[in-house]
């Protein structure tokens, strides 16, 4: 997925973007400090891929209550896809209800999911844009990946389309550090992505219907984005 791609669509809300050494970027917010903590749900039930594919879209909303099931539902996401060999080439952000009913997804489509299951359960709609190369100047030809993100016990944690990858408990201090234990576990897996920049962004300032929408949300808003350094 190309950077330009999502952060197009993103300039005018974003919590905080910085490098991973901590340098920041066009932040509409004070600091991470501003977001809030998620209440802890003792809740360990796990569903089948069976039991997923059942439930309606607003089941699944109402059944999922925390992060590690959220992860578990994006196992069964990344499954499906891999099944039906049903993969988003980039150039969409679908809704959560007709990506539960078998849209093609990728990273995207994941984070939004996520967001959407733990919408009722006190999580804010947080993504984390990681991005390889440099935010400043041009966007064009640079890659990105994107995890839904939350705060925990003042510790942050994050959940996406690859378990090994992206799933990490809420007990990074800053997003910096979360930011950075993705990006290893990126490099390990594939040598040639090096992302050192990010993004976290709140999805319901851009997108409110993100979870019943049926349009193409990537093409919802063009906006041309300049993001020079502070």
Not at 216 to 226: F, S, V
């Amino acid at each position: 997925m190309l950077l330009s791609d999502i952060l197009r669509r993103f300039a005018a809300s974003a919590i905080v973007c910085a490098g991973l050494s901590g340098c920041a970027y066009f932040k509409n917010y004070d600091d991470a400090r501003q977001i809030q903590n998620a209440p802890v749900v003792d809740h360990h039930e796990f569903f089948t891929w069976e039991e997923y594919e059942r439930m309606s879209w607003n089941e699944a909303i109402e059944n999922i209550r925390t992060p590690r099931q959220a992860q578990s539902y994006c196992n069964f996401l990344m499954a499906r896809a891999l099944h039906n060999n049903n993969f988003d080439d980039g150039s969409h952000f679908y809704g959560f209800q007709i990506v539960h009913e078998g849209a093609p997804v990728d990273c995207s489509e994941a984070a939004y999911a996520a967001a959407a299951v733990l919408s009722d359960d006190g999580y804010e709609p947080l993504v984390m844009v990681l991005a390889e190369d440099t935010l400043a100047g041009s966007l064009f030809g640079n890659r990105a990946h994107i995890v839904f993100v939350y705060k925990q016990n003042d510790g942050f944690g994050s959940i996406g389309i690859r378990q090994r990858e992206d799933f990490n408990r809420p007990v990074f201090a800053t997003l910096d550090a979360l930011a950075k234990r993705i990006q290893q576990v990126q490099h390990q897996d594939n040598h040639d992505i090096l992302l050192t920049r990010y993004v976290v962004i709140n999805i319901g300032e851009n997108d409110p219907d993100y979870i019943t929408t049926d349009r193409n949300m990537q093409r919802a808003i063009e906006l041309d984005c300049e993001i020079e350094n502070e």
